[in-house]
């Protein structure tokens, strides 16, 4: 039986990797600093612990694991990226991380590692225009990403690709592009746009009004979980190191991924603009190196992918007011 070590196994895509390696036949190890929140974990063996420290890196990594998976970070949505207050511990936090999970790996003779970076680390001055982003895998130099969580994202590939190169650590780096799905974040601040805003569409009654920052013309795509974890696997079964783009090219406003959410809701609100952070003008994932080396691409809908998010969580919106 294969033996795969998920990190980050309390977090919503390391969850749900756990519960797909599972349906795979893996045995499954996950690790993290806390269970997840809204099922039960469905790997063999679960340890709570912290990957900034070395002791807990050396006890989690005490065989040679098939595959590894490496989501753990210091992350969140707009509102905990992009005010300038977390910084340190973005930076801090999850390049430990994965300076120890890198070194580690080696000693550990792991056979083969999936780091999980971001759309972010994409320059600045490509993604200004919110009608024509520039996000091919290339473009990322000369780098300027618009947030340290990018930066530090940037950093850890380069990371890995060293010790690919230097100790033949067996790496693969996708970029994700902003996946969303049930049991995601959904409030607190750290939720990303479109947990944020199926649950301002749930609490709000008909005719009502939901705030959001920005004018609502910046641009984005989302990704379901499942498509994800579909690009996922499809690159860990590769030869392809990466890094590559796992998103999607279905582009949308924010005020149509609103317009999309009351549609599902069956309800009429207003939107009232207001000023907040917003990250880059506009983001698409590009996805022509996808399709050239693994000869594959996401083809679910945004409206299939964000009405099975809006449904489940409407149903914690109404947990929360019984």
Same mark, same amino acid.
Request: net charge positive; charged share 30%.
């Given at each position: ?15 749900? *990797?756990?519960?797909? *390696? ?21 790997? /063999?063996?679960? #340890? ?64 083969? #590692? ?29 780098? $300027? ?49 479109? $947990?944020? #805003? ?12 939901? /705030?959001?920052?920005? /004018? ?29 783009? #796992? ?41 022509? *190196? ?33």
């Amino acid at each position: 039986m294969k033996k795969a070590l998920v990190c980050g196994a309390g977090g919503f895509i390391g969850s749900h *990797l756990v519960k797909k *390696l599972k349906k795979e036949g893996f045995w499954v190890r996950g690790v993290d600093l806390k269970h997840p929140e809204f099922s039960k974990t469905a790997a /063999d063996d679960f #340890i709570i612990g912290d990957l900034r420290e070395v002791e807990v890196v050396k006890k989690i990594l005490d065989r040679p694991f098939d595959e590894v998976y490496q989501l753990a970070a210091d992350m969140g949505g707009a509102g905990y990226i992009f005010t300038g207050n977390n910084d340190a511990n973005v930076m801090h936090n999850s390049a430990t991380i994965n300076l120890n999970m890198a070194y580690y790996g080696v000693k550990a003779k792991i056979k083969k #590692i999936f780091f999980s970076s971001s759309a972010c680390i994409y320059p600045a001055y490509n993604q200004t225009d919110p009608d024509n982003p520039k996000l091919s895998e290339e473009s990322a130099y000369p780098a $300027a990403p618009d947030s340290e969580y990018g930066w530090e994202k940037l950093f850890s590939e380069r990371l890995y690709l060293s010790f690919h190169r230097n100790y033949g650590l067996n790496v693969r780096i996708a970029r994700f592009h902003n996946i969303f799905g049930p049991e995601g974040t959904w409030r607190g601040g750290r939720e990303k746009a479109p $947990a944020a #805003i199926c649950r301002k569409v749930a609490e709000t009654p008909d005719g009502g009004t939901i /705030d959001m920052w920005g /004018d609502g013309k910046q641009t984005r795509s989302f990704l379901y979980i499942d498509e994800c974890l579909k690009g996922v696997r499809k690159l860990m079964d590769s030869d392809f190191v990466g890094p590559v783009n #796992i998103g999607s090219e279905e582009m949308v406003t924010i005020n149509k991924l609103a317009e999309l959410a009351m549609k599902i809701a069956g309800k009429k609100i207003k939107i009232k603009h207001i000023p907040g952070p917003l990250g880059v003008r506009g983001r698409n994932s590009d996805n022509r *190196l996808i399709r050239k080396k693994l000869h594959w691409e996401p083809k679910m809908k945004l409206e299939e992918g964000l009405k099975k998010t809006y449904e489940w969580v409407n149903k914690q919106v109404i947990k929360i007011q019984e």
